[in-house]
């Protein structure tokens, strides 16, 4: 069982910097894709960012393209999240999230999740 758990959310002024970490509890870690999901109140859950398992290539939502930049370290069993320039809109719960080998945009296709850690943007 694949256990994840998230740190680094809190609050932050619009234009500033946050970086989450997911942290997994399994050996075959780098077996694993992860992305990012985030979601705000009264909105459906969304995809934000994915790397996969094989050549870490890396997906984003068009809304944080350009912001956000995902990265792994499979040595630490752990996947991040660095965000700049953030704005209001990107205040949500956000999820990493689990599957084998590739990414995929629908949270459907992810078996494992994380309780989600609270980022807030706000002046």
């Known amino acids: 069982q694949l256990q994840l758990v998230e740190s680094g959310g809190g609050l932050v002024q619009p234009g500033g910097s946050l970086r989450l970490s997911c942290a997994a509890s399994k050996f075959t870690f780098d077996y694993y894709a992860i992305g990012w999901f985030r979601q705000a109140p009264g909105k459906e859950r969304e995809g934000v960012s994915c790397?996969?398992?094989?050549?870490?290539?890396?997906y984003y939502t068009d809304s944080v393209k350009g912001r956000f930049t995902i990265s792994r370290d499979n040595a630490k069993n752990t996947v991040y999240l660095q965000m700049n320039s953030l704005k209001p809109e990107d205040t949500a719960v956000y999820y990493c999230a689990a599957r084998r080998f590739r990414c995929s945009g629908l949270h459907e296709q992810y078996n494992y999740w994380g309780r989600g850690t609270q980022v807030t943007v706000s002046s």
């Open positions: 790397i996969s398992s094989s050549d870490s290539s890396t």
